[in-house]
């Protein structure tokens, strides 16, 4: 069994930051790509940005500059530093991973986190 948890969520202001957390656990013996989504009311879930095992990064366009994914892989958790935030923004917001353990390959879902941007 392997679980993503995050945290970090919150309400902030339009201009302000947020840092969000994701950390895997379970009988893990890698993690590859970790990616964050989110889902605002009414809309279809986004990807925001991925980080290959390598230290590869894609960003949503929305995002670009104003976001910064990052991983620990000796921690198994990977971040989201988001800048510059805009009431846009404002969604929950969900770590993905394709995690292999030592029972098979796993691509869980976090609970997700909320993030809210309102002035």
């Known amino acids: 069994q392997v679980q993503l948890v995050e945290s970090g969520g919150g309400l902030v202001q339009p201009g302000g930051s947020l840092r969000l957390s994701c950390a895997a656990s379970g009988s893990i013996v890698m993690t590859y790509t970790m990616a964050w989504y989110r889902q605002a009311p009414g809309k279809q879930r986004e990807l925001v940005a991925t980080?290959?095992?390598?230290?590869?990064?894609n960003y949503a366009d929305s995002v670009k500059d104003r976001f910064t994914i990052s991983r620990d892989n000796a921690k198994n958790m990977v971040y989201l530093q988001m800048n510059s935030l805009k009431p846009e923004d404002t969604a929950v917001y969900y770590c993905n991973a394709n995690i292999l353990t030592r029972s098979g390959a796993y691509d869980p879902w976090g609970q997700g986190t909320q993030v809210t941007v309102s002035s």
């Open positions: 980080i290959h095992r390598g230290g590869l990064t």
